[in-house]
Nanobody, 124 residues
Framework: QVQLVESGGGLVQAGGSLRLSCAASGRTFSSYAMGWFRQAPGKGREFVASITQSRGNTLYADFVKGRFTISRDNANSTASLQMDMLLPEDTAAYYC?????????????????WGQGTQVTVSS
């Protein structure tokens, strides 16, 4: 099992940047694909990005391509989401997720472990 704790959320103006971090503890971090999802009020949980265990392959939702970058540091058991050119519609709670198996899935139901979330608010 793995425990996930997100940090780095906050309030930023449109066009600005934030970097979210996810600290993992428990079983071997490098065994897990890592992902980021978000959930705005009144909406379902939405896939943002994912990364494979060690090869660095990534998958992004179309609406963040070219603006967000997912990365991981297996030596320090962390995953990150660099968010640039933020838009007001990016406002949501952002969740870190982990799963054993392929990173190549955007379905929230396929991800096994979740953090508690960190709020990102983008003002116009």
């Amino acid at each position: 099992q793995v425990q996930l704790v997100e940090s780095g959320g906050g309030l930023v103006q449109a066009g600005g940047s934030l970097r979210l971090s996810c600290a993992a503890s428990g079983r071997t971090f490098s065994s897990y694909a890592m992902g980021w999802f978000r959930q705005a009020p009144g909406k379902g949980r939405e896939f943002v990005a994912s990364i494979t265990q060690s090869r660095g392959n990534t998958l992004y939702a179309d609406f963040v391509k070219g603006r967000f970058t997912i990365s991981r540091d297996n030596a320090n058991s962390t995953a990150s989401l660099q968010m640039d050119m933020l838009l007001p519609e990016d406002t949501a709670a952002y969740y870190c997720a982990a799963r054993i198996g392929s990173y190549y899935t955007s379905r929230a139901q396929n991800w096994n472990y979740w953090g508690q979330g960190t709020q990102v608010t983008v003002s116009s």
